[in-house]
Structure formats: C-alpha cells, structure tokens
C-alpha cells in the first residue's frame, strides 16, 4: 500500500502547509506561550475563516462535511507547521460532537470558532471505560454527573465537555456546559492547556451515546493522532537534513560524515514505516475495513518512532537544537504528549496480544 491523497485532499494539505509557514514563526511562538489558549485572537480567527473547525461538521451547521480522512490530512499538516494545541484540540473535539450527534445545536457556534467543546474522558489514574469513578444519574428527568475527570484538553476555556461516565446501565458519554463544572489548571510540559474538571450533580445537556460510541471515539481520536505524529516527524527529518547539509566540522559539512548519514537514514526508515502504518490505520477506519489490530499495531509503532526520531534530531543538531529559540523543542515535548495520550505502547501490544491470543 503507497497511501496518496486525492487531488482535494493535497490542495487541502497545500493550504494548510502554507498557512503555517507564513503565520506559525517561532517568535509567535514563543510569544503565545504567554497567551490564555497558546494562541493570539487574530490568528485564532483567520483559522476560523479559513473553516478548519467546521472542516468535519455537517453542511447544515455551516461546516465542509468532509470525514474521517480529510480532517487527518488537515491534523497531519498542523503538527507538522506546529498549530497551537488549543486549536488542534478544538477541531478534535468538534468533530467528536459531530460524530456522536450530527444535530447538535452547538456545532453551528463550533464551525464558524465561536465557541469550542472538549473531551472528558480520563480520570486521575484511570483510561478504561469499566474503571470510571465518575458516574451519572438521572433525576427528575435530568441527568446529574458527579465524579472528576483528568487532563482534559482546553478545559479552562471550552464551552461544553464531553463527559464519560457510568450509568446504571453501563457506560454513556454526556454533554454538560462549562458553568456547572468546576476546571482547575494542569501544569503540563509541552505547553498544553489542560485542567482538572470536577462535577458535583452537574447537570447534563443529554446524552450522546452508550460505550459502543465511546470505544469508536476512541479509535478515531488515536487515528487522528497518529496523523499528526506523522506531520511532526517529516518536519523533524526536513529540518534536520537541511541543518547536516549547513553544517559544517573539521572543514566540511557534517551531511557527508557516515554516522549521519546512518541517522539521518533510519530516521527516513521510521518515518516511512510509520507513515505507512498510520494511515493504512486512517483509511481502513474511514472505509469500515480496520482490523481490530490495525490502530494498535500503528499506535505501538508510530508513538515510539516519533520520540526517537526527535531525539536523533537533537543529537544530530547538537547544542543548537536545545536552545529554546529553535522550534525544535516543540516537536519532542508534542513526541511525548501524543504518545502519552493517545499512543502508549503497553496497552497497544497488549490489546495486539489479546487479538492474537483468543
């Protein structure tokens, strides 16, 4: 398989790409890393006017009603030019909500970047649906959360949260407003506005789905991760090709020294395994063909390769690739993040090992 994306689906990736280049310098970021959401209001809004939040919403609510592989395509470009987490997260979310209810009143307000809802899964010591502390009931006809949830994205600023939570009759995914939970902030080390939400009889808006829609949320979301992993290792690789070709040590550039160039090749080694297996992962998923190892198989892999192939960059670089003036810092903490979050290998060859072994 040699994944190729449709001629819409490059002029997309070429938009995206352009856009970063010309508006995502590292002084902005630097600079943002002082802002509430990462992130200036104006750029917030040319984003917004470009559609990238309502890429994946339905054509009713004012969105582009593309699917799964064109919202990776829009992912795998924005991790690769560096877009603010919070703008990341917002699409991310966004489309979960159009996913679980394509009628939600709320997308209209997400497209057009009005308004942005985020994803509360996660407990403190706790990823697996059957394990969840946090629990919701149903009261005179509404429904009442109580619990907390952990390392939500954008919490301190999303306007609605998609909660998970335990019902008396198994796993159900609720939309609550900002107002009824209580968001207290996470200091995280790649930057990432993330908080801890807190929910006392909170009133939900309504339900979204039993745990059938939360495990293919979850799959959906570590596809798309695995997208911007992607995005982030070519730009690593570009980079520091371009620097080993500048270079230069003992009177010549470093580019023809063998060592690195037997970095830089497993590097390329990495990058296009991972890309191949991420998204043979995405298409397969967006067709109704994965395999139940398809996104652990990627996850396993692709996780991995990107943390490694940050740290040969910053090897091959050497001190100026630490130095906080060059992006490339960005690319190794994001490395971390995503493979925490969305790609940590012990489960993924355990869920493969369960798979192989019934």
Not at 86 to 94: D, E, F, Q
Not at 174 to 192: I, K, M, S
Not at 314 to 329: F, S
Request: hydrophobic share 45%; charged share 20%.
């Amino acid at each position: 398989m040699h994944p190729a994306p449709t001629a819409e689906q490059q002029a997309l990736k070429d938009a995206v790409e352009r856009f970063c280049r010309e508006q995502i310098t590292p002084e902005r970021l630097r600079a943002w890393e002082r802002a509430p959401r990462g992130i200036d209001a104006d750029c917030w809004q040319a984003i917004a006017d470009l559609g990238w939040f309502g890429l994946g919403l339905p054509e009713h609510v004012g969105g582009s009603g593309f699917g799964l592989v064109e919202i990776a395509c829009l992912l795998e470009e924005c991790g690769r030019g560096l877009i603010p987490h919070s703008v990341i997260g917002a699409i991310r979310a966004g489309w979960a909500l159009a996913r679980l209810d394509p009628q939600a009143p709320e997308l209209e307000a997400l497209a057009r970047g009005q308004r942005t809802v985020t994803l509360a899964l996660d407990e403190e010591a706790c990823r697996e649906p059957e394990r969840y502390q946090t629990r919701v009931e149903e009261r005179g006809g509404t429904l009442r959360i109580s619990g907390c949830k952990w390392y939500v994205p954008n919490g301190l600023h999303a306007d609605w949260q998609v909660v998970g939570a335990r019902a008396a009759t198994g796993v159900t995914l609720v939309l609550v407003a900002r107002e009824h939970a209580n968001a207290t902030p996470l200091r995280t080390f790649d930057g990432e506005e993330q908080a801890i939400i807190r929910y006392s009889a909170a009133p939900g808006i309504r339900s979204l789905g039993q745990a059938g829609a939360l495990e293919r949320l979850r799959r959906e979301e570590t596809a798309l991760a695995l997208a911007e992993m992607v995005g982030g290792m070519r730009a690593v690789i570009d980079r520091t090709v371009a620097y080993v070709k500048e270079r230069e040590q003992f009177g010549q550039k470093i580019a023809v020294f063998q060592a690195v160039q037997h970095q830089v090749a497993d590097m390329a080694t990495a990058y296009t395994a991972s890309r191949h297996l991420a998204w043979q992962a995405i298409s397969r998923l967006a067709a109704g063909t994965a395999l139940n190892t398809d996104i652990p198989s990627a996850a396993a892999f692709v996780g991995q390769a990107y943390k490694k192939v940050t740290l040969t960059a910053h090897h091959l670089h050497g001190g100026a690739g630490y130095v906080l003036e060059h992006p490339l810092h960005y690319y190794a903490e994001r490395a971390q993040a995503l493979c925490i979050r969305y790609a940590p290998e012990a489960p993924a060859l355990a869920a493969i090992a369960r798979e192989l072994l019934d």
